[in-house]
């Protein structure tokens, strides 16, 4: 038998065939004004939801996602339910983990490709469209611990959700959980946090979050909604110096003061 024959006699019906989906999260950091024009805006992290609008988990918030058509690739999957549930297209996405427990959902087997993004603001309308009821921003409210770190999930000023994570092993392993999250989301966001935070003196992501030109007190801002904890300008030098160079440009930072202005290199 040779493989013409082989393939001609292949019957694929054989074997089980798992459902395969992407989940995406998407974070953010959003600023607030403040009422005094000479104070800076309030940035804030955040994650987007869905609040599904279909069962299972009918009403329950979700990251975006769904599942893989036989004519696309996975990446095409991700970018087409992001689209699909929330109006915005073409983010860049990055693959970091696969979820693959045998009772993470319950309509059957279904694995699933998880994706994060960073973009530098939230600004972008969302509108909630396919079997999403409804696409929102949730503040999070990121507060480092001596093993990991402890998240809310913060909506019109209350908090829907609130984690305990311990980082042990490059993995988030969830020790305190309120609120409920659809499917194994709950998971996936804090394993996308650890991933993002294990990461981020030593990777782009820092960049993604940020405009494209920035002041080191921005980078510090920003350093410490992801990491959970407040960072010194020496030490932010120390990070990032050789990935940044100074622009000619500054910017007003609170009380008529001028903050010289950086972009990556």
């Known amino acids: 038998m040779n493989e013409k024959l082989f393939l001609e006699n292949y019957d694929i019906s054989d074997y089980e065939k798992p459902s395969v989906a992407a989940d995406i999260a998407v974070f953010s950091i959003k600023e607030e004004k403040q009422d005094n024009p000479k104070k800076s805006a309030v940035k804030k992290l955040a994650i987007m939801l869905i609040r599904r609008g ?29 689209y699909e549930e929330t109006g915005i297209d073409r983010l860049y996405l990055k693959q970091f983990r696969t979820y693959s427990a045998v009772d993470r959902d319950p309509r059957g ?19 909630a469209s396919a079997d999403a009821a ?9 507060q480092e611990t001596e093993n990991g770190f402890q998240a809310d999930f913060i909506r ?14 490059d993995e988030a392993v969830i020790e305190e959980i309120s609120g409920e999250l659809a499917f194994d989301h709950a998971v996936i966001i804090s394993d996308a946090i ?5 990461r981020f003196d030593t990777s782009e992501f820092i960049f993604m979050l940020l405009p494209e030109k920035f002041s080191i007190p921005q980078m510090q801002s920003v350093y410490a909604l992801v990491k959970g904890r407040k960072v010194s300008k020496e030490v932010i030098h120390r990070l990032y110096d050789k990935k940044i160079e100074k622009t000619m440009s500054s910017e007003e930072n609170g009380q008529h003061k001028r903050a010289l202005l950086y972009k990556k290199k």
């Open 54 to 82: 279909e069962y299972p988990y009918k009403d329950k918030w979700a990251l975006p996602g769904g599942f893989l058509k036989m004519n696309e690739t996975i990446e095409q999957c991700a970018q087409r339910e992001l």
């Open 109 to 127: 087997r279904i694995i699933s490709c998880a994706y994060i993004s960073l973009i530098n603001n939230s600004c972008s309308v969302i509108r």
């Open 134 to 142: 409804e696409a929102a921003w949730f503040d999070i409210e990121i």
């Open 156 to 169: 019109d000023g209350k908090s829907l959700f609130h984690m305990r994570i311990a980082e042990k092993y």
């Open 194 to 198: 650890e991933h993002i935070r294990s």
